[in-house]
């Protein structure tokens, strides 16, 4: 017998399947990782097919030299999944695999760490001596045996106190291989007795689970239309006849809370997939999949990969958000098409849905592609009230602060009130950078092409691309003044003057800076969602997700921000965003408010975010996008050239323009074609590599397709570096 085998070499020439012997007794299976010979030494290869003809010469061919596992990777239907990634993004077979095989396989099987409580009744005295010790026990309580690793992320806490825990014997920390881990901490919940349009959502999507075909919906609902509880009675549907469900949500909102309404319902049947884990923990999560132990997978864009083999639905929650295409590593696949083609492999049914889909979705739905259900109202609550304010009229009459008089006044009433507030700006830093007033000198970073952001509780100037700090100077480093202005403000200067005019309010911020340190999320959520702060402030992070019934006022502090990025989709990125951030308000009993400040009130993004009109939106952007044959009325491809030498990138940006050219002449395609650029990238310097690029447009995928083959096996000067993106979400 023979077995083909893909070898773990990244290069063209070797991107092929090559034949080795089975060894008589070696208990080969397709979907297998093993380790074979190849040009004097062993590699890691996976093995395919099995076959008893061999594809030439027999005394030729080598024997594979040992298994790798005891079990097979990868099923068939995987392997075909692999095989479409490799043609449908250009990537080499090995690469497809390696995405959909588990990190953390190398390293082998692992003992976790477990944590026990072993008193019943917690000391009382605790809560006043050691306040934090107290804490922890209360939350084993219930919840004990749990694992170590998510205790500390959970409390975030340091292992001295653990150990005195220990010490005392209140606790008792053992090693444990066995993967199932009892989830009785959180309450069950029963299925909710749904509305007339979640019964009717849930009928049709259960049809075609029920006879296995594959089907692809959009569900459309507003923010706090009850999709969540629709996805949950869809699974408990899919279970029922022994089908398993994986459920896609957003880093971002993949929030203890979302995590909390799966397992509440279907309890340890449910492996939960976030970006925290490491890969050991990863591994032990495909485990559970891989031994039936689980029926439903909640996790990010790579849970699409969660090994099922009788895969009834994927669900894709908030499906525009652009988190789902994988943008730096090869290959740069969108879970969303991963998942549509692993449903049709499987004859699974693929629900995406969102409060603002993505024009593209929308788009197919419209054309009959997607079936579209709509979820038009909240549940047992109205949409909140929104209310835009011009920034430049404020201006105008004298305030010249960042709050606008209204919001100010919203913001004092509600911390009268008691009820809490979000305040929204996607930037973090104090101010996005400063200038010499005298000579107008703005500090940038040496290694890329963008000015330095201020932030003020360090007293350093940072670049947000690559990380490169610098200290605060007093004068301008020029000139010698000392007038230095900070201009375009961030989430650090928003919390700065809210200390500032409200004293006694108490304050949070979450974005990147605050929640660098493992489980700062979670603990700033849960501290906003117990009442323990009134006003949250921050980036996109608190956008989705969080369905906090005491938020009754959120306030947009710059809409104009996303608006005005360099990127053919700021309009609809702006829209979905405001969009998303205005849902927090007004969930529970008491109703919302929604200020938006912004300087371009008539912007129709703006315009009908007020409105709350999807539909409006979609007609308006859709005319733009088609005159201008953007996405969906063509396919992007983004070529991007680096490297250290500018004149190198620069003739290299060129030739690949021409070669671009050459090919489309060759291919002779009757669909419409353009290349743009060469120029430099929007951010034209990053860590000292100059950027280029070339961007194709065509309507024909398969023009891009074939030129993205060609151009990468090309050959280039030694420091220069290709990277081809199909479908770009993001061309900065
Ligand atoms: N049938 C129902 N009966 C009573 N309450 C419900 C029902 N369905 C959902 N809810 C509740 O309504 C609230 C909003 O639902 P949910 O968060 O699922 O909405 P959503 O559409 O996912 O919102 P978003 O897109 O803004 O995250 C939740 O608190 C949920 O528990
Ligand atoms: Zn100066
Ligand atoms: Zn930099």
């Known amino acids: 017998m023979f077995a083909e085998v893909v070898v773990d070499i990244k290069s063209s020439n070797t991107d092929r399947v090559y034949t080795y012997r089975i060894p008589e007794g070696m208990d080969i299976k397709v979907g297998m990782r093993v380790s074979v010979p190849f040009n004097n030494r062993f590699i890691e290869g996976y093995v395919i097919s099995t076959t008893d003809k061999a594809s030439y010469s027999v005394d030729k061919i080598k024997d594979i030299h040992r298994i790798l596992d005891s079990y097979s990777i990868f099923d068939e239907k995987m392997i075909e999944l692999a095989k479409w990634m490799k043609e449908y993004y250009k990537c080499y077979f090995s690469e497809a695999l390696q995405t959909i095989m588990p990190v953390g396989i190398k390293q082998g099987e692992k003992k976790v760490k477990v944590v026990k409580i072993n008193i019943d009744e917690i000391p009382f005295q605790l809560s006043k001596r050691a306040p934090k010790q107290y804490e922890i026990l209360q939350y084993l309580k219930n919840r004990s045996p749990i694992r170590l690793s998510e205790l500390v992320k959970v409390l975030n806490i340091d292992y001295g106190v653990i150990r005195s825990l220990q010490n005392k014997g209140y606790i008792e920390i053992y090693e444990e291989e066995v993967l199932r881990f009892s989830v009785k901490d959180i309450e069950k919940t029963k299925p909710l007795l749904l509305t007339e349009e979640q019964q009717k959502a849930v009928e049709e999507v259960k049809s075609s689970i029920l006879t296995g075909t594959f089907d692809k919906y959009l569900l459309f609902g507003v923010t706090g239309s009850g999709k969540t509880e629709v996805y949950l009675q869809l699974i408990d549907e899919a279970i029922k006849i022994g089908k398993s469900a994986i459920v896609l949500v957003p880093e971002i909102s993949l929030t203890p809370q979302t995590i909390e309404r799966f397992v509440s319902r279907f309890g340890?049947?449910?492996?939960?997939?976030?970006?925290?884990?490491?890969?050991?923990?990863?591994?032990?999560?495909?485990?559970?999949?891989?031994?039936?132990?689980?029926?439903?997978?909640?996790?990010?864009?790579?849970?699409?990969?969660?090994?099922?083999?009788?895969?009834?639905?994927?669900?894709?929650?908030e499906e525009h958000e652009t988190t789902y295409k994988q943008s730096d590593l090869r290959p740069k696949y969108n879970a969303k098409e991963v998942a549509e083609k692993r449903c049709e492999i499987e004859k699974a049914v693929l629900v995406m849905a969102s409060a603002t889909p993505s024009l593209e979705t929308y788009y197919k739905a419209n054309k009959g592609e997607y079936k579209l259900i709509r979820l038009t109202k909240r549940i047992n609550v109205s949409m909140p009230q929104i209310e835009v304010v011009n920034m430049s009229e404020e201006l105008a009459s004298g305030n010249t602060s960042i709050f606008s008089r209204k919001l100010f006044s919203y913001i004092k009433e509600n911390l009268k009130r008691k009820e809490q507030t979000i305040l929204f700006l996607n930037r973090r830093g104090y101010s996005s950078f400063v200038s010499c007033r005298d000579c107008g000198y703005v500090p940038k970073c040496p290694n890329c092409d963008i000015s330095l952001t201020y932030h003020f509780e360090d007293k350093k100037l940072v670049c947000h691309y690559c990380g490169y700090e610098e200290t605060m100077k007093e004068t301008c480093p020029k000139c010698g003044s000392k007038r230095i202005r900070y201009l375009g403000i961030g989430t650090e200067r928003v919390e700065n003057d809210i200390k500032k005019f409200f004293p006694n309010a108490r304050v949070l911020r979450m974005d990147v800076d605050t929640t660098r340190k493992k489980g700062s999320h979670e603990k700033i959520f849960y501290d906003f969602r117990n009442g323990k702060a009134d006003i949250l402030i921050g980036t996109q992070m608190i956008s989705k997700g969080f369905d906090i019934p005491n938020v009754t006022l959120v306030g947009v502090i710059l809409?104009?921000?996303?608006?005005?990025?360099?990127?053919?989709?700021?309009?609809?990125?702006?829209?979905?965003?405001?969009?998303?951030?205005?849902?927090?308000?007004?969930?529970?009993?008491?109703?919302?408010?929604?200020?938006?400040?912004?300087?371009?009130?008539?912007?129709?993004?703006?315009?009908?975010?007020?409105?709350?009109?999807?539909?409006?939106?979609?007609?308006?952007?859709?005319?733009?996008?088609?005159?201008?044959?953007?996405?969906?009325?063509?396919?992007?491809?983004?070529?991007?050239?680096?490297?250290?030498?500018?004149?190198?990138?620069?003739?290299?940006?060129?030739?690949?323009?021409?070669?671009?050219?050459?090919?489309?002449?060759?291919l002779q395609n009757k669909s419409y074609n353009k290349i743009l650029g060469p120029a430099p990238a929007p951010i034209s310097k990053i860590n000292n590599r100059y950027r280029w690029q070339v961007i194709l447009k065509s309507e024909d995928r398969n023009i891009l397709t074939e030129i993205a083959e060609e151009i990468q096996k090309m050959k280039y000067p030694k420091d220069i570096r290709i990277a081809v993106d199909i479908d770009p979400l993001n061309i900065m």
């Open 268 to 317: 340890n049947r449910v492996a939960v997939i976030h970006s925290g884990l490491s890969p050991g923990e990863r591994f032990d999560e495909w485990r559970k999949v891989k031994n039936g132990l689980v029926d439903v997978v909640v996790g990010v864009r790579n849970a699409v990969f969660a090994p099922f083999n009788n895969l009834g639905l994927i669900i894709i929650d």
């Open 559 to 666: 809409a104009d921000i996303t608006l005005n990025l360099p990127d053919f989709r700021s309009s609809e990125r702006t829209f979905q965003l405001l969009t998303q951030v205005a849902g927090r308000a007004g969930r529970g009993e008491k109703p919302g408010r929604v200020v938006i400040q912004t300087y371009e009130d008539d912007h129709y993004s703006i315009v009908t975010a007020k409105q709350q009109n999807y539909v409006k939106f979609y007609n308006e952007e859709i005319k733009y996008r088609e005159i201008f044959r953007y996405p969906p009325f063509s396919h992007l491809m983004n070529i991007v050239i680096s490297g250290e030498e500018e004149e190198e990138v620069k003739n290299t940006a060129a030739n690949t323009y021409l070669t671009c050219q050459k090919l489309i002449n060759k």
